[in-house]
T-cell receptor, first 114, second 116 residues
């Protein structure tokens, strides 16, 4: 069974650019959540996708957007990058969106905005 | 979101038990208590969860106070591989307008150092 994978591993962008991060969920999982983790902080919830629809959103501006595909893989898009967007972006998949389901995290994508 | 309070850091010696405390005085009746840990340079990893009763699995035990306002994660024999940041999380529904989702609200966590 393949775990959650993310690409790319590292990325360097400049302020104002746009970026797309990708996540492949674990087999059989229909729910994907995205988190942002700044250095030295705990992960912060960005949004969740359940069966191709956004199922909830944290306190992030609209320039953070996402997609989930029929195979339940997902993308996180960030427009108009700012320096504060530099962080580790984590994707997590789960069997379902319920509160008692374990979330399986990928290794993350390290984004640096210069 | 109901919040949790954990010590910033704890230390242990290898092969000794470790008790990681968590306070959650504002917990609601339907909040599950989850523990995740994050090893260096990795994504978080599920450890254990519970609602009211104590729970055991191959990784750890979770002891939940009778009033559910606190809990303790117990690592029975710490190893060097257990050195990580441990997060105590109350899993809530969140959302509005009928939308429900089981997001994880991470705090600062407890940095566990294990000495050989």
């Amino acid at each position: 069974e393949t775990g959650v994978t993310q690409s790319p591993t590292h990325l360097i962008k400049t302020r104002g650019q746009q970026v797309t991060l990708r996540c492949s969920s674990q087999s059989g999982h229909n729910t994907v959540s995205w988190y942002q983790q700044a250095l030295g902080q705990g992960p912060q919830f960005i949004f969740q996708y359940y069966r191709e629809e956004e199922n909830g959103r944290g306190n992030f501006p609209p320039r953070f957007s996402g997609l989930q595909f029929p195979n339940y893989s997902s993308e996180l898009n960030v427009n108009a990058l700012e320096l504060d967007d530099s962080a580790l972006y984590l994707c997590a998949s789960s069997l379902n969106r319920d509160q008692y389901n374990e979330q399986f995290f990928g290794p993350g994508t390290r984004l640096t905005v210069l | 979101d109901a919040k949790t309070t954990q010590p910033n850091s704890m230390e242990s010696n290898e092969e000794e038990p470790v008790h990681l405390p968590c306070n959650h005085s504002t917990i609601s009746g339907t909040d599950y208590i989850h523990w995740y840990r994050q090893l260096p340079s990795q994504g978080p990893e599920y450890v254990i969860h519970g609602l009211t009763s104590n729970v055991n699995n191959r990784m750890a035990s979770l002891a939940i106070a009778e009033d559910r306002k606190s809990s303790t994660l117990i690592l029975h024999r710490a190893t060097l591989r257990d050195a990580a940041v441990y997060y105590c999380i109350l899993r809530d529904w969140g959302g509005a307008g009928g939308t429900s989702y089981g997001k994880l609200t991470f705090g600062q966590g407890t940095i566990l150092t294990v000495h050989p």
